[in-house]
């Protein structure tokens, strides 16, 4: 049973442009929520957190938003750079009992 | 000091042979988790300590044994493995329980 649903499995963005990264849980008790990112053969980068109470968290080019009454979650990244290329995982925590990972996304930014 | 640090990066073993994978941080975080991920797939959860005590095993094989000598130090002993164990072992550690993890670098680890 996935709690934690990526339904993208892949996004391809034009350099300086943005790219919005989605994330879908069906568990109502997660409090917290994060998103890494992975490079092939490395272990995940944390890369930007909200707890429940918010909607929105920013950092740098990096915005989290977050709707609960949707259960859904999103990663803005603007502007976009070669470099952001990798695998974006989203997750969630419920009061620190149960961690789950998304499926994945591959970002591909082209220059 | 943000890293964790895992060794060896890469290992290789029969189905009879006795491993372990280990790993350090030294930020002082209070939670330590073993991770297993298959390619193409999130990582899945496999063990998580916090303060030295195991406190969360996911219906792990008992071939796959985990230790935490210390607050720094993680341990994950093999043995017995199967070829369907071979997949990219990862620790992370964080300050609060299943918050901000930090991750290692990985053991990508192949049973033959």
């Known amino acids: 049973d996935q709690q934690v649903k990526q339904n993208s499995p892949s996004l391809s963005v034009q350099e300086g442009r943005i790219s919005i990264l989605n994330c879908d849980y069906t568990n109502s008790m997660f409090d917290y929520f994060l998103w890494y990112k992975k490079y092939p053969a490395e272990g995940p980068t944390f890369l930007i957190s909200?707890?429940?109470?918010?909607d929105k968290n920013e950092d740098g080019r990096f915005t989290v938003f977050l709707n609960k009454s949707a259960k859904h979650l999103s990663l803005h990244i603007v502007p976009s750079q070669p470099g952001d290329s990798a695998v974006y995982f989203c997750?969630?925590?419920?009061?620190?009992?149960?961690?789950?990972f998304g499926t994945g996304t591959s970002l591909t930014v082209i220059p | 000091d943000t890293e964790v640090t895992q060794t060896p990066k890469h290992l290789v073993m029969g189905m009879t042979n006795k491993k372990s994978l280990k790993c350090e941080q030294h930020m002082g975080h209070r939670a330590m988790y073993w991770y297993k991920q298959k390619a193409k797939k999130p990582p899945e959860l496999m063990f998580v300590?916090?303060?030295?005590?195991?406190?969360i095993n996911e219906s792990v094989p008992s071939r796959f044994s985990p230790e935490c000598p210390n607050s720094s130090l993680l341990n994950l002993h093999l043995h017995a493995l199967q070829p369907e164990d071979s997949a990219l072992y990862l620790c992370?550690?964080?300050?609060?329980?299943?918050?901000?993890?930090?991750f290692g670098q990985g053991t990508r680890l192949t049973v033959v």
């Open positions: 300590y916090s303060y030295e005590k195991l406190s």
């Open positions: 992370a550690s964080s300050q609060e329980f299943h918050r901000e993890a930090f």
């Open positions: 997750a969630a925590s419920d009061m620190g009992n149960q961690f789950y």
């Open positions: 909200i707890s429940s109470i918010k």
